[in-house]
């Protein structure tokens, strides 16, 4: 946070697509691998969830967590960039 100019909602927005676009890598990758595999071998690996929504389920859970996670820890972690950086001044200024 200290080395780019994101700082607020801009910070929490980039935090939330972060976590989005590393799921959608995920879930992208373990089709590529059914895709790759023999089709009996595929179809058994992405039907073990059982659930055809599992993979926008998954990224669902995703998005919550993270929105989740930038309204529970976003006061706490500016708090704490303000604290390093007066620190960082020393005191009296």
Do not use: C, K, N
């Not at 801009?10 to 590393?22: E, H, P, T, W």
């Not at 990758?29 to 389920?57: F, H, K, M, N, R």
């Not at 919550?64 to 708090?79: C, D, F, M, T």
């Amino acid at each position: 946070m200290r080395l780019t100019p994101l700082r607020g909602r801009s910070a929490g927005l980039f935090a939330v697509i972060s976590v989005l676009a590393m799921a959608a890598f995920y879930e992208i990758t373990e089709w590529w691998i059914a895709l790759a595999a023999p089709p009996e071998l595929g179809g058994a690996y992405l039907g073990s969830q059982g659930d055809v929504w599992d993979a926008q389920q998954d990224m669902l859970m995703d998005l919550v967590g993270a929105i989740a996670g930038v309204l529970v820890l976003s006061r706490a972690h500016e708090r704490a960039l303000r604290d390093t950086q007066a620190a960082r001044r020393g005191p009296g200024r």
